[in-house]
């Protein structure tokens, strides 16, 4: 993948309640007995920690990393921890694999897309779902994030009320499924806006070189916590802006930028963005594969949690700009299961967004 100056650098209340909660609070979870540890032991004393997307600069291929160097210290017989990326349809391929592939010894774990727990559901109407997201291993996840809607400076747009009073945008996706996608068409359907989706484009980090060629106008579901280290100078120098906060939850960096469901009225559009949204909350999520033994799933959990608070790995993640916001195992399977579990109103109108109907 290239590497540019731009790389440098929902659902009812009651679900997001307790979403958000768990989002935000650092719940280690409970050691497994020693008698678990005794017992259990990786083949070849190695792990393979698979990355659903291409090497960049930032995103999940950093995360995935950053954990892969430290995660073995808090494994029985601290084994060799080996980062291999298995990028493929915003890796829903590498869900596929992990789902139907990959043995059930906690060998091979893997970092998916934030989207790829609900893509099940929200793909039901189009294609039969390939995997029940409920069945996975869900480890953590390292961080929650603020998705954002940003545009290039000089540009079509000032703010986001420009966009609301009409102006047809160019905004850029990988693919369908994907956060740019869907969140785009969520905002045309709920809002009325007029942005038009331009989509194939390999990976974000080329979604950003098209805005700096002014090939396109933004892209909307862009993480504030890649774009404010990794384009920290376009943001600075005025070239790139965030003109809205796509979460269900503003971000403590942007107290002035509005947030998508501060503008939200209708009860029954909160509850389809609290859905679409959701996957936010599991930012940068962590899997093994379904049906691994309970001991071997409750060491990977622990590690993964006791490796997230290494000051090591804390101070590594600083030096780099690179944002921690730490959600337990348990939580990620729980919101899972729970998602799964929505209004089946609410589904299908989630499910007409993603279509973009």
């Not at 070189?209 to 943001?235: C, H, M, P, T």
């Amino acid at each position: 993948m290239r590497r540019n100056k731009w790389a440098t650098g929902a659902r009812c209340a009651a679900v997001v309640a307790w979403a958000i909660a768990a989002a935000f609070i650092l719940v280690a979870p409970a050691a497994p007995a020693q008698s678990d540890k005794a017992t259990v032991s990786f083949p070849g004393n190695q792990i393979r920690l698979l990355i659903g997307f291409s090497p960049t600069a930032f995103g999940y291929d950093t995360y995935g990393r950053l954990l892969a160097r430290y995660l073995g210290k808090y494994l029985p017989g601290h084994p060799l921890i080996v980062p291999q990326n298995q990028p493929g349809a915003g890796s829903l391929n590498l869900a596929n694999y992990m789902a139907h592939v990959a043995p059930h010894d906690g060998s091979e774990i893997a970092i998916v897309g934030r989207g790829v727990a609900m893509e099940p559901i929200l793909d039901a109407p189009h294609s039969p779902p390939k995997f029940d997201s409920t069945k996975f291993t869900w480890l953590g996840s390292m961080n929650n994030e603020v998705g954002g809607f940003f545009v290039r400076e000089p540009g079509p747009v000032k703010n986001f009320q420009d966009v609301l009073n009409g102006a047809a945008l160019k905004v850029g996706a990988t693919g369908a499924g994907g956060d740019q996608d869907i969140f785009t068409h969520a905002l045309n359907t709920i809002f009325g806006t007029k942005l038009k989706l331009i989509s194939g484009y390999p990976g974000t980090q080329e979604i950003m070189l098209a805005i700096e060629r002014g090939e396109l106008d933004g892209i909307v579901g862009y993480s504030w916590s890649v774009a404010r280290a990794g384009n920290k100078e376009q943001l600075d120098n005025g070239t790139l802006k965030i003109i809205l906060q796509v979460a269900l939850n503003r971000h403590p960096d942007l107290p002035k930028v509005p947030l998508v469901m501060d503008l939200v009225k209708n009860p029954a559009d909160r509850q389809v963005l609290e859905l679409i949204f959701s996957r936010n909350l599991m930012g940068r999520p962590l899997l093994a594969s379904p049906g691994l033994p309970p001991a071997v799933a409750a060491v990977l959990r622990n590690g993964v949690a006791q490796a997230m608070r290494d000051p090591g790995l804390i101070a590594d993640a600083a030096k780099i700009g690179l944002e921690l916001n730490f959600v337990s195992g348990e939580d990620v399977q729980a919101l899972v299961e729970r998602l799964y579990h929505s209004p089946p109103d609410v589904i299908a109108r989630a499910q007409a967004i993603a279509a973009g109907n």
